[in-house]
């Protein structure tokens, strides 16, 4: 079965300031990665995904996430942070394999606070 | 991408009764989602929407309790039946990108609150 693992529920970072939120997954096969985030009283919103190439990929925003394989990792980051990106934000992962559940899995999440 | 809409976007229900909701996208989607948001938590898919015939259900979820119809590419219904108050939660319908693209999309939620 496949799952994600978002280890922190709340990242707290200072505006301007560099920002990581932590997945890490595990899927059979070659996964499909994304990122959503999800605005209070709002759906979620595609950020970004891997689905093969280069492993660091750019999304919307100014985030970035980067797969790193031998670490089954796809963290998400910005290089400069803003107090507008305070969100909820979720990891997920596909499996790319032919056969296989085509639904997302969610990770629980992780709420990023921006402080001013 | 998809643009989705939900109806309602909201409501307070009595227990026991029952809810629909929409679904409506502005494109032809093969593949519809419904998916559960409880307080706090993350998303669970519920079902897959399949057109023309009987929704698949995940571990869990029983056709009898979430009812699905999907009568075209573009629209679907969830009921959620016989409420009480463990129902509270997001309910999202979602959409993968029939383009290629291998994108999923979300629509707004709809935010039910069961007393």
């Known amino acids: 079965a496949q799952s994600v693992a978002q280890p922190e529920d709340q990242v707290n970072v200072a505006e301007g300031n560099p920002l990581t939120v932590k997945c890490t997954y595990s899927?059979?096969?070659?996964?499909?990665l994304f990122w959503y985030v999800q605005y209070p009283n709002r759906g979620l919103q595609f950020l970004l995904k891997?689905?093969?190439?280069?492993?660091l990929v750019k999304g919307s925003y100014g985030f970035e996430a980067e797969f790193n394989k031998s670490q089954t990792s796809f963290h998400l980051k910005k290089p400069s942070a803003l107090v507008s990106d305070s969100a909820l934000y979720f990891c997920?992962?596909?499996?790319?394999?032919?056969?296989?559940?085509?639904?997302?899995?969610f990770g629980s999440g992780t709420q990023l606070t921006v402080l001013p | 991408s998809a643009v989705i809409s939900q109806k309602p976007s909201r409501d307070i229900c009595q227990r026991g009764t029952s809810l629909t909701i929409q679904c409506q996208v502005d494109?032809?989607?093969?593949?519809m989602f419904w998916y559960r948001q409880q307080p706090g938590q993350s998303l669970t898919l519920i079902a897959t929407?399949?057109?023309?015939?009987?929704?698949?259900?995940e571990s869990g979820f029983v056709i009898d309790k979430f009812p699905i119809s999907r009568p075209n590419l573009t629209f679907s219904t969830l009921t959620v039946s016989n409420m009480s108050p463990e129902d509270s939660s997001i309910y999202l319908c979602?959409?993968?990108?029939?383009?290629?693209?291998?994108?999923?999309?979300f629509g707004p939620g709809t935010r039910l609150t069961v007393l």
């Open positions: 997920a992962v596909r499996a790319s394999r032919v056969g296989s559940a085509r639904q997302l899995t």
């Open positions: 494109s032809q989607v093969t593949m």
């Open positions: 891997y689905i093969t190439g280069d492993n």
């Open positions: 979602s959409v993968k990108d029939s383009g290629g693209r291998d994108e999923q999309f």
């Open positions: 899927v059979s096969g070659n996964p499909y």
């Open positions: 929407a399949n057109q023309g015939s009987e929704a698949t259900y």
